[in-house]
Antibody, heavy 117, light 111 residues
Framework: EGQLVESGGGLVQPGGSLRLSCAAS????????MTWVRQAPGKGLEWVAN????????YYVDSVKGRFSISRDNAKNSLFLQMDSLRAEDTAVYFC??????????WGQGTLVTVSS | QSALTQPASVSGSPGQSITISCTAP?????????VSWYQQHPGKAPKLMIY???NRPSGVPDRFTGSKFGNTASLTISGLQAEDEADYYC???????????FGGGTKLTVL
């Protein structure tokens, strides 16, 4: 089924940047689309971004377009989320997940991003 | 994005059955084809319980069943157990460019 481990979260000031990483193991990482989903404190789940197997296609929720960038390194079985111009409303636990055709079947434990001065 | 409406909370006693509904706007029935359900315990990652309306991943007990009629999908849990107490989220898949819309979540309490 695979394992996903996120890292890179922390406290950052509004307008700052952060880069999240997700290390994948136990499956052929390069064969799967990957995704980031976030969850604000006490709130529900929100899809953030998807990336195709080879990184050639990337999609974002409107609220992060132009500020966040998803990428991957298949040689290192790693997924990334570069987050710039961070806002208070970006405060959330960020989960990486393996994307299947219409669902996500394997999730990491998440990493907390707090945007506050 | 269309919103999916779930009840904020449901409850049941051990051994009983409960159903959690997930309703899409009536204008969105055509696109409401691929529904999945996720279970999330506090502080934990979501876990896939049902995909494409009624399919169970390997390892998910058959006490969990999914269905859909019109613009309402449902998750039924029979033979409630204490470990079923969690938040449950429905999710609708639209396309690869704007894939997922989640419901607001339902807190299941096992009395």
């Amino acid at each position: 089924e695979g394992q996903l481990v996120e890292s890179g979260g922390g406290l950052v000031q509004p307008g700052g940047s952060l880069r999240l990483s997700c290390a994948a193991s136990g499956f052929t990482f390069s064969s799967y689309w990957m995704t980031w989903v976030r969850q604000a404190p006490g709130k529900g789940l929100e899809w953030v971004a998807n990336i195709k197997t080879d990184g050639s296609e990337k999609y974002y929720v409107d609220s992060v377009k132009g500020r966040f960038s998803i990428s991957r390194d298949n040689a290192k079985n790693s997924l990334f989320l570069q987050m710039d111009s961070l806002r208070a409303e970006d405060t959330a636990v960020y989960f990486c997940a393996r994307k299947r055709p219409t669902y996500a079947d394997s999730w990491g434990q998440g990493t907390l991003v707090t945007v506050s001065s | 994005q269309s919103a999916l409406t779930q009840p904020a909370s449901v409850s049941g006693s051990p051994g009983q059955s409960i159903t959690i509904s997930c309703t899409a706007p009536s204008s969105d029935v055509v696109g409401y084809k691929y529904v999945s359900w996720y279970q999330q315990h506090p502080g934990k990652a979501p876990k896939l319980m049902i995909y494409e309306v009624s399919n169970r991943p390997s390892g998910v007990p058959d006490r969990f069943t999914g269905s859909k009629f019109g613009n309402t999908a449902s998750l039924t849990i029979s033979g409630l157990q204490a470990e079923d107490e969690a938040d449950y989220y429905c999710c609708s898949y639209r396309s690869y460019s704007t894939p997922w819309v989640f419901g607001g979540g339902t807190k299941l309490t096992v009395l």
